[in-house]
């Protein structure tokens, strides 16, 4: 399986050598684009817009607090007591690892499954080129500078983790 991103080729091999520390899961199904994993962690989400077009600025929109259920290269499923509805622009700060903080990854709201027990919500991950049906121009600019897709904030936070190469020495 390849996935195409930013014209970059990817392979994810998928047989039964791939295996994953508990409480990790990979799941594959036939109708989904990308592997979604099983993954719990807290997630904190900030209003952009909601569905009704209302701009919030992100420094301002309180943080709704919600544990991360399963999470892909598409996006994260969310259970959270507050009902967010479907399309409303996000902005999501999670981090892995303990120490290692995503944050200011641009969402929009695509499902929201509300029961008595909380609510359900399903992000798909988004980038500024692809908000221009959403957000205006002027909106776009006072969006955070880091905000960006998840591919590239993890990309980000993986680079930090990476020693430059050193020049070999000769002799």
């Known amino acids: 399986m390849a996935e195409q991103i930013s014209g970059t080729s990817i392979k994810a091999d998928l047989t039964p050598a791939t295996k994953l520390r ?35 600025d992100p420094a301002l929109s309180a943080p709704i607090h919600g544990m991360i259920l399963n999470l892909s290269a ?50 798909e991950f988004s980038c500024r080129d692809r908000l221009t049906d959403r957000l205006s121009h002027a909106e776009i600019e006072l969006l955070p500078p880091a905000a960006d897709t998840f591919v590239a904030v993890i990309t980000t936070v993986l680079e930090s983790y990476l020693e430059p190469p050193t020049e070999a020495k000769r002799g």
């Not at 409303?88 to 008595?116: C, F, H, S, W």
Request: proline letters at 5%; charged letters at 30%; aromatic letters at 6%.
């Open 74 to 123: 598409g996006g994260v499923l969310v259970d959270t007591d507050v009902a967010l509805a479907e399309g409303e622009v996000v902005l999501l700060y999670m981090t892995v690892q303990d120490n290692a903080p995503l944050n200011d990854i641009l969402g929009v709201v695509k499902r929201v499954d509300i029961d008595p027990d909380g609510c359900l919500v399903g992000v």
């Open 22 to 56: 508990a409480p990790f899961q990979v799941e594959e199904e036939d109708r989904r684009k990308f592997v979604r994993i099983d993954f719990a962690a807290p997630v904190a989400i900030r209003r952009v817009k909601d569905a009704d077009g209302t701009w919030t």
